[in-house]
């Protein structure tokens, strides 16, 4: 079983997260809790069929075979409760890529789009680029948390926005919906005629309840629904670029390969076709004990940061290994707390606006690493917080 306390060097592997913030941040002494993935070995089976691959040496054309198939819809039939047939999947090298290509394929230019800020930042760029319009339908704060507002969601979708873009569970507030949420998120979407793009990257990484596929909510429902998955969160395999979209409609899912196959997306490679089979084969039982060790992780940050800098506030995740945590008691403007952070501190962290004007004041932490890793980075926030 894998040793979640050791510490792997990163430096010099060519990490985006410990050799290129400087790029990012503009200083090279900062301490890296940034981008989303994690400081720990994917599990050893994984590692074994990659090596199997290396050992046979030949790179050429690849197909991902059913058996790969077989473990995914498996996989989410374990996990999730969820039927899946293996000729729904259509596998994607990103999920980045694929919400491009699905918004793309199925809303034209102008379109309005709908996103639920403060959320993971290239929903903007996805889009903007591609030339829709943005919808906002900020999440509302109550004094139990973050929920959806969907009050606003149903004017923005009975104003004729086209695509709900949900971030499920949501990136970087960490709230797991709930069965209900989602039900009332699907009942509008039928109402309005609303397609739903469901990032459900992060469904694995459950620290408290149960991730419940926004699909299966509206599976009674006229509702289009498209998932994004992926194992590449949950075993720590992002650069393989492996994911995969859920269709509950044959008819759109040929409109979507269509438009794959125009634009000359799709050639896969083994190391991502054997590392995902061997991780959805063999990987939960170190999933579990990675939960465990995030969720020790994040109890160490909350009584940290309540102990040490109270006027600091952690933001418990019901699900990812990010935290968001609320610094507005600092009182101090996106760009003195980017300073702060930066100069003070010596963090390499996502500063909250960056997800939205709604996220301003926040900072989102990444706490899948050897806890020595955390507390290094605690120490300096400690330290900055105490010479203020
Ligand atoms: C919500 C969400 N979607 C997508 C991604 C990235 O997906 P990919 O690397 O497969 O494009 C991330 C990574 O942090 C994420 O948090």
């Not at 990490?15 to 940034?34: T, V």
């Not at 620290?207 to 994004?228: Q, Y």
């Not at 390969?257 to 063999?282: C, K, M, S, W």
């Not at 990675?290 to 699900?319: A, D, F, H, S």
Request: glycine share 6%.
């Amino acid at each position: 079983m894998m040793d979640f306390e050791k510490v792997i060097d990163r430096n010099k592997t060519n990490s985006m997260k410990w050799d290129f913030y400087p790029d990012r941040y503009g200083a090279d002494d900062l301490w890296p809790m940034w981008v989303a993935d994690m400081d720990f070995q994917t599990p050893q089976p994984v590692l074994d069929a990659m090596q199997e691959v290396v050992n046979h040496g030949i790179f050429g054309y690849h197909r991902r075979p059913s058996s790969l198939f077989d473990a995914t819809t498996g996989w989410l039939k374990k996990r999730f409760d969820w039927d899946v047939d293996n000729n729904q999947i259509v596998f994607t090298p990103g999920v980045v890529p694929a919400i491009s290509h699905l918004i793309q394929t199925f809303t034209e230019e102008g379109d309005g789009v709908i996103i639920q800020p403060p959320v993971y930042y290239p929903f903007y760029a996805l889009v903007q680029n591609n030339k829709r319009t943005l919808v906002r339908n900020p999440l509302k704060e109550t004094e139990e948390g973050f929920t959806v507002d969907l009050e606003d969601l149903e004017k923005k979708m009975q104003a004729g926005a086209k695509m709900l873009l949900l971030c499920s569970p949501h990136n970087p507030i960490g709230r797991v919906w709930s069965e209900k949420e989602l039900t009332e998120i699907a009942k509008l979407a039928e109402t309005y005629n609303v397609f739903v793009v469901s990032d459900e990257i992060h469904a694995d990484l459950i620290l408290e309840g149960k991730h419940t596929p926004f699909a299966k909510v509206a599976a009674d429902r006229e509702v289009e629904t498209m998932t994004c998955l992926a194992p590449s969160k949950t075993f720590n395999l992002a650069s393989l670029q492996l994911s995969y979209v859920v269709f509950e409609n044959s008819r759109s899912q040929k409109a979507y390969e269509a438009h794959l196959q125009r634009e000359f997306v799709g050639i896969d490679n083994p190391f991502a076709t054997v590392a995902a089979e061997a991780a959805y084969r063999h990987g939960e039982e170190w999933l579990e004990s990675l939960l465990e060790y995030v969720r020790n992780n994040v109890r160490y940050v909350k009584e940290y940061i309540e102990t040490n800098i109270p006027e600091m506030k952690v933001i418990e995740p019901e699900g990812t290994y990010l935290i968001w945590i609320d610094m507005r008691g600092l009182n101090k403007s996106d760009k003195e707390l980017e300073n702060w952070l930066r100069k003070n501190a010596k963090l390499a962290l996502s500063e909250g606006h960056i997800f939205g004007e709604e996220g301003s004041g926040f900072v989102r932490i990444n706490a899948a690493c050897p806890r020595t890793t955390l507390e290094e980075g605690l120490k300096r926030l400690k330290k900055a917080y105490e010479n203020a």
